[in-house]
């Protein structure tokens, strides 16, 4: 697994419950590319429970999703792109990396491209 995380622990979240996002690595997605959901979901839980240090309570329910093409695997290598007129731009993950950190670095620098625009 390379990724997971429980919802409840991250700001503004709801913690009346347990939710969990899990995240397998790019190798074993790829060799379950064509598995069931339902076979991802238990493969996926069983990994969590065997990092977490105590038993998983009951679950109530699972869902699983492909992202077929969620990873960036190679970054565009500046902030954000833009048409030839600067009038149209696009930032996201991509642009930096494959990772959440590099979606609101990008929309951070194009943010302030918009709004240097505007001072104009």
């Not at 598995?35 to 679950?59: C, K, N």
């Not at 999703?65 to 996201?92: M, N």
């Amino acid at each position: 697994m390379a990724w997971f995380c429980r919802s409840a622990s991250r700001p503004g979240r709801d913690t009346s419950h347990d939710s969990w996002v899990l995240h397998a690595d790019a190798d074993w997605s790829e060799r379950y590319l064509e598995a069931s959901p339902e076979f991802v979901a238990a493969a996926l839980i069983e990994r969590l429970a065997e990092a977490l240090p105590s038993r998983l309570p009951a679950i109530e329910r699972v869902m699983a999703h492909r992202w077929l093409y969620a990873r960036t695997t190679v970054a565009l290598g500046r902030p954000f792109a833009a048409s030839e007129d600067q009038t149209l731009l696009f930032d996201g993950d991509w642009a930096f990396g494959a990772r959440v950190e590099c979606a609101y670095e990008s929309g951070l620098a194009m943010a302030d491209a918009v709004a240097e625009r505007l001072r104009v």
